[in-house]
């Protein structure tokens, strides 16, 4: 099993950019998948980002791609999105999970998730 713990939301003016970070305990960061879902009030969950095991491959939400960055540091146990370009419908609680298997853009291969980090995206 591994935990996860999703940090660096906040409120940012359209336009700007935020990093999240989430962070993975135990030893087998590297065996996961992981990615990236977004969740606004009212709606439901979205795919947003995923990156595979090594880094290699990675996959975008058409809603993100060209402003968000996944990456990871399989070093340091953690996984980014950058976010660039913010818009108002970016608005929403972001979680990150890992997945024991292949980098999927369904939120049912995840099995592990973090507690989600709010951001929060003006006009």
């Known amino acids: 099993q591994v935990q996860l713990v999703e940090s660096g939301g906040g409120l940012v003016q359209a336009g700007g950019s935020l990093r999240l970070s989430c962070a993975a305990s135990?030893?087998?960061?590297?065996?996961?998948?992981m990615g990236w879902f977004r969740q606004a009030p009212g709606k439901e969950r979205e795919f947003v980002a995923t990156?595979?095991?090594?880094?290699?491959?990675?996959r975008y939400a058409d809603s993100v791609k060209g402003r968000f960055t996944v990456s990871r540091d399989n070093a340091k146990n953690t996984v980014y999105l950058q976010m660039n370009s913010l818009k108002p419908e970016d608005t929403a609680v972001y979680y990150c999970?890992?997945?024991?298997?292949?980098?999927?853009?369904?939120?049912?291969?995840?099995?592990?998730w973090g507690q989600g980090t709010q951001v929060t995206v003006s006009s």
């Open positions: 999970a890992g997945s024991s298997s292949h980098y999927f853009t369904d939120s049912i291969s995840y099995a592990y």
């Open positions: 135990g030893r087998t960061f590297s065996s996961y998948a």
């Open positions: 990156i595979s095991r090594n880094g290699g491959g990675t």
